[in-house]
C-alpha cells in the first residue's frame, strides 16, 4: 500500500488547511477504517482523528475536536482532514494510515505533510 499526503503549508494562527491522503497499491480503501495522525519534533507520534469504513462514524483527540473535521472519498481512494483556527501547538508532520477503534495501522507509512502554524 502506498499513501501520500498533502495540503500542508505555513499557516497564521487561527487559519485554516485541508490536508488529503491517496491510497494506492491495490489497496480496497472502502473497507478500512482510517486516520490522521501527526508527529510534532522530538515528540512521539500521535492520534488526531478517525474515521468509519463508511463515514458513519468519526473520532477525534480531545486537543483538536471541534477545530477539525475528517472526512473520506472512498470512490476516489482519497482521505481528508479540514483543519480550522489552527494553533502553535498543531505544528507537526500529518500522517494518514489505517486506525481508529483499536484497528492496526499499515506497516508502510508515507511521508507526510508538513504543517507549520506561526505569525
Known amino acids: 500500500v502506498q499513501l501520500v499526503e498533502s495540503g500542508g503549508g505555513l499557516v497564521q494562527p487561527g487559519g485554516s488547511l485541508r490536508l488529503s491522503c491517496v491510497a494506492s497499491?491495490?489497496?480496497?480503501?472502502?473497507?478500512?477504517?482510517m486516520a490522521w495522525f501527526r508527529q510534532a519534533p522530538g515528540k512521539e507520534r500521535e492520534f488526531v482523528a478517525a474515521i468509519f469504513w463508511n463515514g458513519g462514524s468519526t473520532s477525534y483527540a480531545d486537543s483538536v475536536k471541534g477545530r477539525f473535521t475528517i472526512s473520506r472519498d472512498n470512490a476516489r481512494n482519497t482521505l481528508y482532514l479540514q483543519m480550522s483556527n489552527l494553533k502553535a501547538e498543531d505544528t507537526a508532520v500529518y500522517y494518514c494510515?489505517?486506525?481508529?477503534?483499536?484497528?492496526?495501522?499499515?506497516?508502510?507509512w508515507g511521508q507526510g505533510t508538513q504543517v507549520t502554524v506561526s505569525s
Open positions: 497499491g491495490g489497496i480496497t480503501f472502502g473497507i478500512h477504517n
Open positions: 494510515n489505517r486506525g481508529g477503534w483499536d484497528t492496526s495501522s499499515f506497516a508502510s
